[in-house]
């Protein structure tokens, strides 16, 4: 026998209050936070889904192994056991422990990267293209093409566009790329799984040109899901199995352990290549810390080194995507425009056809977002034009490809009815539709502007 509802595979022992408000309280407070709500404080929200990244609940098994953590300078224990799961699920035998992906990102960009060098990608994250762009290189974005299409319900949204990867390379030069980089699932174009079979394809060409092909393995276990599900191959084959098979297929990976390694901060960068390990290795000794512990306490590497099992699970990995989707549809079948299918670890809800009153450069993402917090102290994230948006050089705002709002779904953190509550919000969303205004701009800075930039309404 088998149920409709979606039990959380976990019972609850330790508890977090939420602290509620109301609407007044809360125009007071986003008015205060400049309307960008990365400026609000936490314990003014409801229900938080600005990010994934770093807000799992941990399981009983990691807290003990908080506890366990072996705080040696130099060879600890709980390295040792970090070392052991990371090399037995990605088969690389160099490992840099960071304190978060971004830190891997820039030791090993920064080292390839700099002026006239280009890396390839499904689609940079944020902080991986800031990183390249910071070092002078070129972060170059190619999707599949039915990434585009927001109603296909194509099963591999996050596929690079192969075609268009070998061309690029033979017209820059396979010595001016700094790397291919795939991101699985793909974060920024939607939370997207990429397939197996896309990944061997995204190989072979790196491997005909001889350049350097990294994973961006945030959410590898979630990726897993996908193809276990959507590509037949796979249908026996065993989520770590899975992304066993994805490593194969390259050359490194960055990670933050923040995502899928069901932790509060860490990550790592692991290797192929031993003259790339030692010269990345220089470079996390500067910024990061020694080679056994990088950034990461002891009791960190204990909790990422349980955490990277517990992700793989058949239990954990159901509930976890169904639980996504299961926001993501019923929202959908209220009219409000979402990335469909729906990804692994947030809900997208594309706020330009949601307001098609509303500009670019008047910002509707953002305007969602802001909507969404006065209503129902609900916390999401633009990823359109204030993210991604730039200048041209006669200051007119050049609009990014897509205005979204991503509702990120916390690992192992909220329940079904909270959950309902979020799909009952969107109910004055829509209702509230037309009369929604957008904002702009008034302060910001150079990079990374949505972190910090305050707003007005207009
Ligand atoms: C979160 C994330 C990063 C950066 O990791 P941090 O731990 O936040 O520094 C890089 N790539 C992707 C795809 C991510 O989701």
Not at 92 to 116: N, V
Not at 196 to 215: D, P
Request: aromatic share 10%; glycine share 8%.
């Amino acid at each position: 026998m088998s149920f409709k509802t979606i039990i959380e595979p976990f019972r609850i022992k330790s508890v977090e209050p939420i602290h509620m408000s109301t609407v007044e309280q809360r125009l007071a407070y986003i008015q205060e936070a400049h309307f960008n709500p990365f400026l609000l404080r936490a314990r003014q929200v409801i229900i938080d889904l600005l990010t994934d990244s770093g807000t799992s609940a941990m399981s009983s098994e990691q807290w003990a192994g908080i506890l366990r953590g072996d705080e040696s300078y130099a060879g600890a224990q709980s390295w040792e056991r970090l070392e052991y799961e990371i090399k037995d699920l990605t088969n690389y035998p160099y490992i840099l422990p960071t304190h978060q992906g971004r830190a891997a990102e820039r030791i090993l960009y920064g080292y390839l990267g700099g002026k006239g060098k280009v890396f390839i990608s499904n689609t940079h994250f944020d902080t991986t293209r800031a990183n390249i762009e910071f070092s002078g290189a070129e972060a170059i974005d190619i999707p599949c093409r039915e990434a585009a299409d927001h109603d296909s319900d194509f099963p591999f949204k996050g596929n690079m566009d192969v075609a268009k990867l070998d061309e690029l390379i033979e017209k820059r030069g396979a010595v001016n790329i700094g790397a291919i980089i795939l991101t699985v699932t793909n974060n920024t174009g939607g939370g997207q799984p990429v397939s197996m079979a896309n990944t061997r394809e995204v190989s072979r060409v790196c491997k005909k040109h001889g350049v350097l092909f990294i994973i961006d393995c945030c959410r590898v276990a979630e990726n897993a899901y996908f193809i276990r599900h959507r590509e037949p191959e796979f249908a026996d084959t065993s989520y770590r199995n899975i992304a066993q098979q994805m490593f194969a297929l390259a050359d490194g990976c960055v990670m933050s352990a923040k995502k899928d390694a069901l932790v509060n901060i860490g990550g790592f960068l692991a290797l192929k290549n031993e003259e790339l390990a030692t010269a990345c290795t220089n470079l996390l000794i500067i910024t990061e810390g020694f080679t056994t512990y990088g950034g990461l306490s002891g009791r960190d590497m204990e909790a990422i080194a349980i955490g990277l099992r517990e992700v793989f699970e058949d239990d954990y990995l159901n509930y976890r995507i169904k639980s996504t989707a299961y926001l993501g549809e019923r929202i959908r079948a209220k009219g409000v425009p979402v990335l469909y299918p729906i990804g692994g670890h947030a809900v997208y809800v594309d706020a330009g056809l949601l307001y098609p009153h509303i500009p670019a450069h008047e910002f509707p993402g953002q305007a969602l977002v802001c909507e969404l917090y006065t209503r129902g102290g609900i916390r999401a994230v633009e990823i359109g034009t204030v993210m991604f948006g730039k200048y041209d050089e006669a200051g007119h705002t050049v609009a990014a490809p897509m205005e979204l709002v991503r509702l990120a779904i916390p690992r192992r953190v909220y329940t079904q009815s909270h959950i309902d509550y979020v799909i009952e919000v969107f109910d004055e969303i829509m209702k509230h539709r037309n009369e929604t205004r957008g904002l702009r701009i008034v302060k910001e800075p150079k990079f990374l502007r949505h972190f910090t930039a305050h707003f007005e309404r207009l």
